[in-house]
């Protein structure tokens, strides 16, 4: 690879952490800090508020399934640019919103530019540039998230203190649109090679077009994964209402939030280096320990030390869905359907992320606890550690 194609493949690097810094780091990670000061100033119940980050997911869901298509069809940088405009649009117009089916739709809207700015745009750009170390390229990017979730924390949680959460979205949104459009329209570039192989593809008779179908390995694998995003978002967007229930104060909650965030971003760059060295198989199992582990110490918490465990789940756990789905999706991959067999198990991962939250608001209302959530599902992920394992046996 030339000189100019190795400062390119970094400039790809810089703009997908841009892009997991502000989409993902405000839209999904600063989610929780609103729930409070929504349901309260609007008298909704935190299950019916939930509902809106579970549109998030949902979006999630049609957008894996739908964007390789949208991709080819459209072009992807076209589709990234669109994408990153309509996203902060609709965080600037989510502050006047009054009624739950505008957090929903907002939310659906939000979720959609954020999936396609993200995970797979990033996955199928960094696979045309890196000819090597492409999943610590991808950890390098998805770290954004995570210092991204740290900083606007602390950034959301003070305007939402000081001038209300309304104020919050308007701000936030506009620096959205200011920091997206840097990738999108500056940083961001396909592949030559790619590009010119992409339209000989097209251009093929159909016979040459067809496509392998995705291995019913990595469909029966998603539902493992599903449960893995359910821990996940669980353990990274249930904590700050929690703590918050059990009597630790806001400016606290915010901390252990920013603090979580932090430790996800250094997490995604450990997983994308172990990827790299200990394949998905190890990997993944490292994940499922840890957010047993997470889970216990959320069960049991009755000290700030308990953030230990907790932290530790940050690192490991969350770090899967968005630095080991392309690792798992080549695992599984046959021939030419990478962006099928990535967008089939991505899906179902965002089928486990849509239930966390909804699934933890609604037994908090009827239980008047997140406990038995955490605990329940403390018990499923150490059932399913050996059963992850047999199903990356290719024989």
Same mark, same amino acid.
């Given at each position: 690879?030339?000189?100019?194609?190795?400062?390119?493949?970094?400039?790809?690097?810089?703009?997908?952490?841009?892009?997991?810094?502000?989409?993902?780091?405000?839209?999904?990670?600063?989610?929780?800090?609103?729930?409070?000061?929504?349901?309260?100033?609007?008298?909704?119940?935190?299950?019916?508020?939930?509902?809106?980050? @579970?549109?998030?997911?949902?979006?999630?869901?049609?957008?894996?399934?739908?964007?390789?298509?949208?991709?080819?069809?459209?072009?992807?940088?076209?589709?990234?640019?669109?994408?990153?405009?309509?996203?902060?649009?609709?965080?600037?117009?989510?502050?006047?919103?009054?009624?739950?089916?505008?957090?929903?739709?907002?939310?659906?809207? =939000? !979720?959609?530019?954020?999936?396609?700015?993200?995970?797979?745009?990033?996955? #199928?750009?960094?696979?045309?540039?890196?000819?090597?170390?492409?999943?610590?390229?991808?950890? #390098?990017?998805?770290?954004?998230?995570?210092?991204?979730?740290?900083?606007?924390?602390?950034?959301?949680?003070?305007?939402?203190? !000081?001038?209300?959460?309304?104020?919050? %979205?308007? +701000?936030?949104?506009?620096?959205?649109?200011?920091?997206?459009?840097?990738?999108?329209?500056?940083?961001?570039?396909?592949?030559? =090679?790619?590009?010119?192989? =992409?339209?000989?593809?097209?251009?093929?008779? =159909?016979?040459?077009?067809?496509?392998?179908?995705?291995?019913?390995?990595?469909?029966? %694998?998603?539902?493992?994964?599903?449960?893995?995003?359910?821990?996940?978002?669980?353990?990274?967007?249930?904590?700050?209402?929690?703590?918050?229930?059990?009597?630790?104060?806001?400016? %606290? @909650?915010?901390?252990?939030?920013?603090?979580?965030?932090?430790?996800?971003?250094?997490?995604?760059?450990?997983?994308?280096?172990?990827?790299?060295?200990?394949?998905?198989?190890?990997? %993944?199992?490292?994940?499922?320990?840890?957010?047993?582990?997470?889970?216990?110490?959320?069960?049991?918490?009755?000290?700030?030390?308990?953030? +230990?465990?907790?932290?530790?789940?940050?690192?490991?756990?969350?770090?899967?869905?968005?630095?080991?789905?392309?690792?798992?999706?080549?695992?599984?991959?046959?021939?030419?359907?990478?962006?099928? @067999?990535?967008?089939? #198990?991505?899906?179902?991962?965002?089928?486990?992320?849509?239930?966390?939250?909804?699934?933890?608001?609604?037994?908090?209302? #009827?239980?008047?606890?997140?406990?038995?959530?955490?605990?329940?599902?403390?018990?499923?992920? @150490?059932?399913?550690?050996?059963?992850?394992?047999?199903?990356?046996?290719? !024989?």
């Amino acid at each position: 690879m030339n000189s100019k194609a190795e400062n390119r493949k970094w400039l790809i690097v810089a703009g997908g952490f841009l892009f997991f810094f502000m989409t993902m780091g405000l839209y999904s990670n600063c989610f929780s800090l609103y729930i409070i000061p929504i349901t309260e100033d609007l008298g909704f119940t935190r299950g019916q508020f939930s509902i809106a980050q @579970t549109m998030i997911f949902i979006s999630g869901i049609i957008c894996s399934l739908t964007a390789p298509k949208l991709y080819r069809k459209l072009g992807l940088i076209n589709v990234v640019r669109v994408a990153a405009v309509v996203g902060s649009a609709c965080y600037i117009i989510e502050s006047g919103a009054t009624q739950l089916w505008q957090f929903y739709l907002l939310s659906f809207l =939000e !979720g959609m530019c954020m999936n396609l700015t993200c995970s797979m745009p990033m996955a #199928i750009l960094i696979g045309e540039w890196f000819r090597s170390g492409a999943n610590t390229a991808i950890g #390098i990017t998805a770290v954004g998230s995570g210092i991204g979730g740290g900083l606007l924390n602390v950034i959301v949680n003070s305007v939402i203190t !000081g001038y209300g959460w309304r104020t919050a %979205f308007r +701000v936030m949104g506009i620096a959205a649109l200011i920091i997206n459009c840097i990738p999108a329209f500056i940083l961001l570039k396909r592949n030559p =090679e790619a590009l010119a192989a =992409e339209k000989e593809q097209k251009a093929a008779p =159909e016979a040459k077009k067809a496509k392998n179908p995705v291995d019913p390995r990595a469909y029966r %694998f998603g539902a493992v994964s599903m449960a893995m995003n359910f821990t996940g978002c669980v353990i990274m967007y249930v904590a700050v209402p929690y703590l918050r229930d059990i009597g630790y104060s806001p400016a %606290f @909650t915010a901390l252990v939030s920013s603090g979580s965030m932090i430790v996800l971003a250094v997490g995604k760059f450990i997983y994308g280096i172990l990827l790299d060295r200990i394949g998905i198989q190890k990997c %993944f199992m490292i994940s499922q320990i840890c957010g047993v582990i997470g889970l216990l110490g959320m069960t049991f918490f009755f000290n700030p030390i308990m953030l +230990v465990p907790v932290y530790l789940a940050c690192c490991l756990t969350c770090a899967y869905g968005s630095v080991g789905i392309r690792a798992v999706a080549s695992y599984f991959s046959r021939g030419d359907n990478l962006s099928e @067999t990535m967008g089939a #198990i991505m899906a179902m991962g965002s089928v486990g992320g849509a239930l966390s939250t909804t699934v933890a608001g609604y037994v908090r209302d #009827i239980f008047g606890s997140y406990v038995p959530v955490f605990a329940v599902l403390a018990v499923i992920v @150490t059932l399913l550690v050996p059963v992850a394992q047999r199903m990356f046996n290719k !024989g």
